[in-house]
């Protein structure tokens, strides 16, 4: 590894420091980016891979904005990312549909319908008869569905791959396999070396270090993935927190899962609870293949929004995560937010929500994160 001075480093290379790592690059900084692993093979390989902005807010709350932000970002980068001779993101844009099965829960996708609506977002709420036409394969005691025409998803690993190469083409030194142990202001200490940036960014999802603030919680998520004997609908279907969506190589993602802990076991009772629920509302998945399944660990804020938070004695370091079940769709904003703050603009949004130091009582250090 050469020492010279970087403009910025990134430790942690999942969704959030690889577009950091891409905005800046393409803001002219000098960039390294380094990861323990490979870059995307932390919690951002998986992700279902929802750009849920619909189905997932109850209510036009600032992220809401900025999740808005970031798909058309997306837009952007599904032929921007192509410049760099990638892979596709896997971009899928088939629509999405909420469940309800009571009065009280039609009720519920009446009134976040008609927000939805008065912000420009296309949701048409179906009765029993128009749902059914629509998703044949949905259980027929559902009362009503608000279908989000509009609604994506992409497949993280190529997503990860895409801006990893792009990053080559934009000249970011990537470190695979070097892991942090400390960071100091303008100095990254890894297992073998020492790097030095102007700022250093901290991306490391639900994990940090010894000497560093984070208000993060681990929320462990099992997913399944069935291919199905028959056609079960084209929209993704959401019901009760639970969804299953289909993906472009025929299988379907059934998730997800959400205990609060950082141990990565499948257990019986998530697979239990994941196949009830779901089968409760899909039901033809009975005869489905199981074809995989696995884990991973959201970064879950303590305020339940993602931070973009200076360290609060380490200057120009830079404390990112927290995105929890958003992190692929927020990916691209919050790269893009972070850029504008290394490069010195001033910027009020939904990222500043969390300062770090102020919430220190309630920092969550993982025993995974004593790297030393
Ligand atoms: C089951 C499940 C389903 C999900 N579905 C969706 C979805 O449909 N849509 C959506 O938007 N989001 C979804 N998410 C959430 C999303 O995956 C996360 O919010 C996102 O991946 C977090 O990205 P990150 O970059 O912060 O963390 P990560 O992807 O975990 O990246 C952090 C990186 O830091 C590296 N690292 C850690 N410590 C060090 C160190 N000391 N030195 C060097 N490197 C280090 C790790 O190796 C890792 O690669 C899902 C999550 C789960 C678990």
């Given at each position: ?41 932390g919690t951002t390989s998986k992700a279902a891979g929802m750009l ?78 128009s749902l059914q036409l629509l998703a044949p394969a949905v259980n ?233």
């Amino acid at each position: 590894m050469n020492q010279r001075m970087y403009d910025v480093i990134i430790i942690g290379a999942g969704i959030v420091g690889l577009c950091t790592a891409f905005y800046s690059a393409k803001a002219g900084l000098r960039v390294a980016l380094l990861d323990r692993s490979t870059p995307g093979s932390g919690t951002t390989s998986k992700a279902a891979g929802m750009l849920g902005i619909q189905a997932e807010f109850r209510s036009p709350n600032p992220l809401y904005h900025l999740a808005k932000e970031s798909i058309a970002l997306y837009k952007i980068l599904t032929d921007e990312l192509l410049e760099y001779q990638t892979t596709s993101l896997g971009w899928t844009s088939s629509g999405a549909i909420k469940l309800a099965f009571t009065h009280s829960e039609h009720n519920q996708l009446s009134d976040i319908q008609s927000w939805q609506v008065q912000h420009g977002d296309p949701a048409e709420l179906l009765d029993q008869q128009s749902l059914q036409l629509l998703a044949p394969a949905v259980n027929k005691e559902a009362c009503a569905g608000l279908y989000f025409p509009n609604e994506a998803h992409v497949q993280p690993k190529q997503v990860a791959r895409a801006f990893e190469h792009s990053l080559y083409e934009l000249g970011v030194d990537v470190f695979p396999y070097t892991t942090a142990t400390s960071v100091s202001t303008n100095r990254v200490t890894t297992r073998t070396d020492t790097l030095y940036g102007e700022q250093i960014v901290i991306a490391t999802g639900h994990e940090s270090f010894a000497n560093i603030p984070w208000p993060v919680t681990p929320v462990k998520g099992e997913i399944i993935k069935v291919r199905p004997r028959r056609q079960l609908s084209k929209q993704t279907i959401f019901y009760n927190g639970w969804y299953a969506v289909p993906k472009q190589d025929g299988e379907w993602l059934l998730g997800a899962t959400s205990t609060q802990s950082e141990d990565t076991t499948i257990s019986v009772n998530g697979v239990l609870e994941l196949l009830t629920n779901i089968q409760a509302f899909l039901p033809d998945l009975r005869d489905s293949e199981i074809t995989a399944m696995w884990s991973g660990i959201r970064p879950k804020s303590i305020v339940d929004s993602p931070f973009i938070s200076p360290h609060p004695t380490l200057h120009s370091v830079w404390l990112v995560s927290g995105h929890n079940r958003n992190g692929i769709l927020l990916g691209p904003i919050t790269g893009k937010r972070v850029t504008e703050r290394l490069l010195g603009n001033e910027v009020n949004d939904a990222f500043t929500s969390i300062k770090v130091g102020e919430h220190s009582e309630h920092h969550h250090q993982s025993e995974k994160s004593q790297f030393t």
